[in-house]
T-cell receptor, first 118, second 116 residues
Framework: AQKVTQAQTEISVVEKEDVTLDCVYETRDTTYYLFWYKQPPSGELVFLIRRNSFDEQNEISGRYSWNFQKSTSSFNFTITASQVVDSAVYFCALREGGIKTGANNLFFGTGTRLTVIP | NAGVMQNPRHLVRRRGQEARLRCSPMKGHSHVYWYRQLPEEGLKFMVYLQKENIIDESGMPKERFSAEFPKEGPSILRIQQVVRGDSAAYFC??????????????FGSGTRLTVV
């Protein structure tokens, strides 16, 4: 069965600090996709990144970076030099490959609430 | 390019009333997915539809909930005889095809249902 664990329920950092949000996943499929989303206080869901299981390259986008490690089933997200606007709930999600009942959807973790203190 | 449009943004219903939530997918997208987010929780899959077809409703409650995606018009998530436990944010996502490669990028802003 698929599972996504975000063990950090809430994190607070002071502005300009770096912060890493953890995501550990479980799946039996060899083909799968991992996602990160941001949900700001306004409530919408903002797509940040998608990674497929065949691509273990880490990615950097501005102050954001992602570390995908299949050996530990983790897909961690780091924000460098955090800003107040980064305050949000961040969700990690998994979609298994293939077309089968229950796989046509994203399975979300419970989210990590990040508060950046000015 | 308009994204996934959901309306209303906020909906208040009294217990026992019906709630209708609408989702217009992105232009060119014929696959729609509905998710529910209970307070302080992650999103949970409800149903996956193509035009005029329900493909996967494994996440839908067995009673009071239904969904459709007609040939013309938006997808509708319908909740009959709402109860307080239905209070949640309901999100819709769309994709051009049903293949995993196309999916996950685009969500609407959600409809926040409050049952009083």
């Amino acid at each position: 069965a698929q599972k996504v664990t975000q063990a950090q329920t809430e994190i607070s950092v002071v502005e300009k600090e770096d912060v890493t949000l953890d995501c550990v996943y479980e799946t039996r499929d060899t083909t799968y996709y991992l996602f990160w989303y941001k949900q700001p206080p306004s409530g919408e869901l903002v797509f940040l990144i998608r990674r497929n299981s065949f691509d273990e390259q880490n990615e950097i986008s501005g102050r954001y970076s992602w570390n995908f490690q299949k050996s530990t089933s983790s897909f961690n997200f780091t924000i460098t030099a955090s800003q107040v606007v980064d305050s949000a709930v961040y969700f990690c999600a998994l979609r298994e490959g293939g077309i089968k009942t229950g796989a046509n959807n994203l399975f979300f973790g419970t989210g990590t609430r990040l508060t950046v203190i000015p | 390019n308009a994204g996934v449009m959901q309306n209303p943004r906020h909906l208040v219903r009294r217990r026992g009333q019906e709630a209708r939530l609408r989702c217009s997918p992105m232009k060119g997208h014929s696959h729609v997915y509905w998710y529910r987010q209970l307070p302080e929780e992650g999103l949970k899959f409800m149903v996956y539809l193509q035009k005029e077809n329900i493909i996967d409703e494994s996440g839908m409650p067995k009673e009071r909930f239904s969904a459709e995606f007609p040939k013309e018009g938006p997808s509708i998530l319908r909740i009959q005889q709402v109860v307080r436990g239905d209070s949640a944010a309901y999100f819709c996502a769309s994709s051009p095809t049903g293949t995993p490669a196309d999916y996950g990028y685009t969500f609407g802003s959600g409809t926040r249902l409050t049952v009083v």
